[in-house]
């Protein structure tokens, strides 16, 4: 791998840590909804179950871990950490992109995760524009096998590639590659967003082309024009990032958008999700898994134990929910008329 793309991806880490990467008033929506609590549940507590399924897939819960990094030394402590904690608790887990995992082999390991998680569904992360540069259904092939992941999701992220150095711009006509990989192709293939969110008339577009699940990955969290502006050397593109701190849908308005017009599609949400409060209600609007990302990354620098930690919580907060409405399964909270708007 290239040393530009290495020391990219650590810049990632450190800003993402350490900077204010988020906007000043864009939100996800969801601190805008709220249960109605149900004050005699006449369920018991212990006979919550928050299994889940998706995509044929048997999951213990309804919770990712969010493509973050990979491709660096401490991207690999990073995964590593994770995929023991998805492994204990259940949780699905997506990879950062991995495009670096084919230009040079120097952290392949960072990727390369499967045996610290055997029984749960491997998420592979590429960037769709690769398409425009070079990369094929031999290049995606290549990385299943590598990583042992159980589906493939391609990362759209426009505005990001704008900001950052010698990003690759060039989106045009990836629409009808992406449903060329679909056709030929072993494992479902997804698409996702980095933290603008997906609308439904793109999703609708993206199922039409065959693509088997969304990740709406909406505002309201990281904001990467703003990681990229700390990266920026160009003033220009520095300033102009500003511009975009507070773009995109908000996560809980793409999870309405995306299922309003796409009643049956397989849908993660993630963006900004905090608790398992969040998930909750990003399961009432319409979603089938719930995605965290920095909200963790933070522990999975330090310790699977302490990534095992935040789960806990996480998992406590959601069945905590399902008690207060009255809840016993995933699929009553989907279908529960105890979410409301404020």
Not at 14 to 43: C, D, Q
Not at 173 to 192: A, D, H, R
Not at 278 to 305: C, H, N, P
Request: with cysteine.
């Amino acid at each position: 791998m290239s040393n530009s793309i290495e020391q990219r991806k650590s810049q990632h880490i450190k800003i993402t840590l350490n900077e204010k990467v988020t906007g000043e008033s864009i939100t996800t929506g969801l601190e805008t909804f709220t249960f109605v609590h149900n004050a005699l549940p006449e369920i018991d507590f212990d006979e919550i179950s928050i299994d889940t399924g998706f995509l044929g897939y048997e999951c213990k819960t309804p919770f990712l871990i969010s493509s973050m990094t990979g491709g660096t030394a401490f991207a690999e402590t990073i995964n590593r950490n994770l995929a023991v904690a998805a492994q204990e608790r259940g949780w699905a887990l997506a990879l950062g992109s991995t495009r670096a995992l084919l230009d040079n082999d120097g952290h392949s390991s960072s990727f390369l995760v499967r045996k610290y998680a055997p029984n749960v569904p491997i998420i592979a992360n590429l960037g769709a524009v690769q398409f425009n540069y070079g990369f094929g259904v031999d290049e995606c092939r290549k990385i299943i096998e590598l990583t042992e992941a159980d589906m493939l999701v391609l990362h759209l992220n426009s505005i990001q590639e704008v900001i950052q150095e010698k990003g690759d711009t060039n989106f045009k006509g990836l629409l009808k590659k992406i449903e060329q990989l679909c056709s030929t192709f072993e494992v479902p293939i997804g698409v996702k967003e980095v933290g603008w969110g997906i609308d439904g008339q793109t999703a609708n577009r993206l199922m039409n082309a065959g693509v088997s699940f969304i990740d709406v990955a909406g505002a309201g969290g990281t904001s990467w024009s703003q990681v990229e502006k700390f990266r920026a050397k160009d003033r220009i593109k520095r300033i102009a990032a500003e511009a975009f701190s507070e773009w995109g849908i908000p996560t809980s308005e793409s999870i309405r958008l995306v299922r309003e017009r796409n009643g049956e599609c397989p849908l993660i949400a993630s963006g900004g999700i905090m608790t398992g409060l969040d998930a909750a209600k990003a399961i009432g609007l319409g979603a089938d898994l719930v995605g965290f990302g920095r909200s963790i990354l933070k522990e999975a620098t330090q310790s699977a134990e302490d990534v095992l930690e935040v789960m806990e919580i996480r998992e406590m907060e959601l069945r905590m929910t399902l008690f207060g409405i009255g809840a016993l399964t995933i699929h009553e909270l989907k279908n529960t008329p105890r979410l409301k708007k404020l």
